[in-house]
């Protein structure tokens, strides 16, 4: 499979599941909640129930792909996409700003989540070794077992 057409896959999955109002099950919420600090409870709290629901199975293939992972970089899987909050756009707005790009400010902060996530990781006291797995750096085992556990 192309890395565009994963990426197309991936993004298929992401609107069906987004379509769903549900809430993660208790479980998944409390596992999720015990692996985060409590600034990142709060950055986590924030997110829509689809968003959660999204980071919760990223963060659980993550585990499956890196059992040995410590709370940091289960933090890291479970915050990935936090940034996507800022720019309060609905799951229909989230697809156009795909589609079309960065042209207008939200779409652009849409665009510019992993950036904006990381700064709110920063100022919600996440650790170092979260923050440098989110900006890609580090063991690159664990970094590419990160970025294929969201691109399934």
Not at 49 to 73: G, N, Y
């Amino acid at each position: 499979m192309t890395p565009a057409t994963r990426r197309l896959v991936h993004l298929v999955r992401r609107w069906w599941g987004s379509l769903s109002s549900s809430a993660p099950s208790p479980v998944d919420e409390g596992w999720a909640r015990a692996s985060l600090l409590e600034g990142e409870r709060l950055v986590f709290d924030a997110m829509s129930v689809q968003d959660r629901r999204h980071a919760i199975s990223v963060a659980r293939r993550f585990v499956d792909l890196s059992p040995d992972s410590p709370r940091d970089d289960v933090a890291a899987a479970l915050l990935h996409d936090v940034g996507k909050t800022h720019s309060d756009l609905s799951t229909a707005l989230r697809v156009l700003a795909t589609v079309v790009g960065p042209r207008t400010r939200r779409f652009r902060e849409y665009h510019d989540h992993e950036t904006i996530g990381l700064d709110m990781c920063r100022r919600a006291g996440s650790t170092e070794r979260t923050l440098s797995l989110l900006e890609g750096r580090g063991n690159q085992r664990i970094v590419d077992a990160l970025r294929r556990a969201d691109d399934i």
